[in-house]
Nanobody, 121 residues
Framework: QVQFVESGGGLVQPGGSLRLSCVTS????????MSWYRQAPGKERELVAR????????TYADSVKGRFIMTRDNGKKTAYLEMNNLQPEDTAKYYC??????????????WGQGTQVIVSS
């Protein structure tokens, strides 16, 4: 079945950096775009970044543009999110999912456990 395993989160000071990884299985990775989402306590899950199937077209939320970089390795079926100049408002649990515009939610029904990012001094 479709699975996403996120890792790489942690506690970092403002201005610091982290690199998140998302290992996938259960679907043909190269056939789908990939997305990163985040959810802060008490807030709805929001789309952070998206990359197309071959990795040459990317979109970012305005709040992370210029600071976050999303990439993918089709050979490893893995997506990455490099996060730089982290700020306290980036504190959230981060999730990845496939991008399928044919689905109402644009995502698979399955979600991983996410990886927690805390930005604090």
């Amino acid at each position: 079945q479709v699975q996403f395993v996120e890792s790489g989160g942690g506690l970092v000071q403002p201005g610091g950096s982290l690199r998140l990884s998302c290992v996938t299985s259960g679907f043909v990775f190269i056939n789908y775009g990939m997305s990163w989402y985040r959810q802060a306590p008490g807030k709805e899950r929001e789309l952070v970044a998206r990359v197309n199937t071959v990795g040459n077209r990317k979109t970012y939320a305005d709040s992370v543009k210029g600071r976050f970089i999303m990439t993918r390795d089709n050979g490893k079926k893995t997506a990455y999110l490099e996060m730089n100049n982290l700020q306290p408002e980036d504190t959230a649990k981060y999730y990845c999912n496939l991008f399928d515009p044919a689905r109402v939610t644009n995502t698979a029904a399955t979600w991983g456990q996410g990886t927690q990012v805390i930005v604090s001094s």
